[in-house]
């Protein structure tokens, strides 16, 4: 029995599962809130747009009260440690927190260090984990898909920095899903995460995809210079190259878009990209869900 939403490894396919079938319900069949009673708290240390309003909208749907930790007025400024800080939040009457950080191990830390019984939440950490965007994306693709044993799914981009690559992987394997990425060289993780296949060659690489998920370069965590030119050139999805290899995909990503970077404008802004949009807003029933099952009475 899982206490809190850390990242996909500590989840069972099962557990997976019941936490789609709950988004499900409360997007179609206006499921019950279990947590109305119950306080969580946005600490966000990272840019958001999606994640965090999300998970604003999703609490506020439930019924809960949600509190926003704004870091730059916070005694964490006068030296308070975030363990201190956390340890006060309880003790303040916070049930949940969730943290967005760019430290790729932070929150496992503090969940170690931590002995009161608040939840921990993972709104994104380093280049490792986004384990809600993993759980909203299967989320839109069993809506599109349905089962996804050996469908193809071919993930293309900053592998390297992705954090929403490397939760995707881990949970689309649970599945039985066939995923592909594909990368130049420079965003080619130094090891191929388990159960994924690396084809350097995009139109090999997304042939017959039943999904093409693009990533965002994450700009923020590269190192060294690339060359975006070469990126277009060789990896930018565009409607004719979906048309040639791979007609009856669905193009996935979780945003924000590098518009004409990762893919053309002209194939963002037809039918087939509105479902990057589509995935935005299951991110709240996704979040519902997984906020229902950790603080409400049946526990994930
Ligand atoms: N997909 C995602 O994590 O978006 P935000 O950074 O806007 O939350």
Same mark, same amino acid.
């Given at each position: 029995m899982l206490n809190n939403f850390i990242k996909i490894s500590d989840l069972t396919a099962d557990e997976i599962s019941s936490l789609v079938n709950d988004a499900m319900n409360f997007k179609y069949n206006s499921k019950i809130s279990s947590v109305k009673d119950k306080t969580a708290c946005l600490m966000f240390f990272e840019n958001s747009t999606r994640t965090k309003i999300s998970f604003e909208v999703a609490a506020q749907n439930l019924g809960m009260k949600v509190i926003n930790f704004d870091n730059t007025t916070s005694s964490i400024n006068k030296g308070e440690s975030l363990k201190e800080t956390v340890e006060n939040l309880y003790y303040i009457g916070i049930d949940a927190v969730i943290?967005?950080?760019?430290?790729?191990?932070?929150?496992?830390?503090?969940?170690?260090?931590?002995?009161?019984?608040?939840?921990?939440?993972?709104?994104?950490?380093?280049?490792?984990?986004?384990?809600?965007?993993?759980?909203?994306?299967?989320?839109?693709?069993?809506?599109?898909?349905?089962?996804?044993?050996?469908?193809?799914i071919t993930i293309v981009g900053d592998i390297e920095h992705s954090r929403v690559a490397k939760s995707n992987i881990e949970l689309l394997t649970k599945f039985?899903?066939?995923?592909?990425?594909?990368?130049? *060289?420079?965003?080619? !993780? %130094?090891? @191929?995460?388990?159960?994924?296949?690396?084809?350097?060659?995009?139109? =090999?690489?997304i042939s017959?995809?039943?999904?093409?998920?693009?990533?965002?370069?994450?700009?923020?965590?590269?190192?060294?210079?690339?060359?975006?030119?070469?990126?277009?050139?060789?990896?930018?999805?565009?409607?004719?190259?979906? *048309?040639?290899?791979? !007609? %009856?995909? @669905?193009?996935?990503?979780?945003?924000?878009?590098?518009?004409?970077? =990762?893919?053309?404008?002209?194939?963002?802004?037809?039918?087939?990209?509105?479902?990057?949009?589509e995935q935005a807003r299951n991110g709240v029933f996704a979040r519902m869900a997984i906020l229902n099952q950790l603080l409400g009475e049946k526990q994930i």
């Open positions: 943290i967005r950080t760019s430290d790729d191990n932070l929150i496992e830390n503090l969940n170690k260090q931590i002995s009161y019984p608040i939840k921990f939440i993972n709104a994104g950490s380093g280049k490792t984990s986004h384990p809600s965007q993993a759980l909203l994306d299967y989320f839109t693709m069993r809506e599109k898909l349905g089962n996804l044993k050996d469908k193809k039985g899903a066939k995923v592909v990425i594909t990368a130049p *060289e420079y965003f080619k !993780p %130094n090891i @191929i995460p388990d159960g994924a296949i690396y084809i350097s060659d995009l139109k =090999e690489a017959d995809a039943d999904v093409i998920m693009g990533l965002r370069i994450q700009k923020e965590r590269i190192k060294q210079a690339y060359n975006e030119e070469s990126y277009i050139c060789n990896y930018r999805l565009d409607s004719k190259l979906l *048309e040639n290899y791979a !007609p %009856n995909a @669905i193009l996935m990503h979780p945003g924000p878009v590098n518009r004409d970077v =990762e893919i053309t404008s002209e194939l963002l802004d037809s039918t087939k990209g509105k479902i990057i949009l």
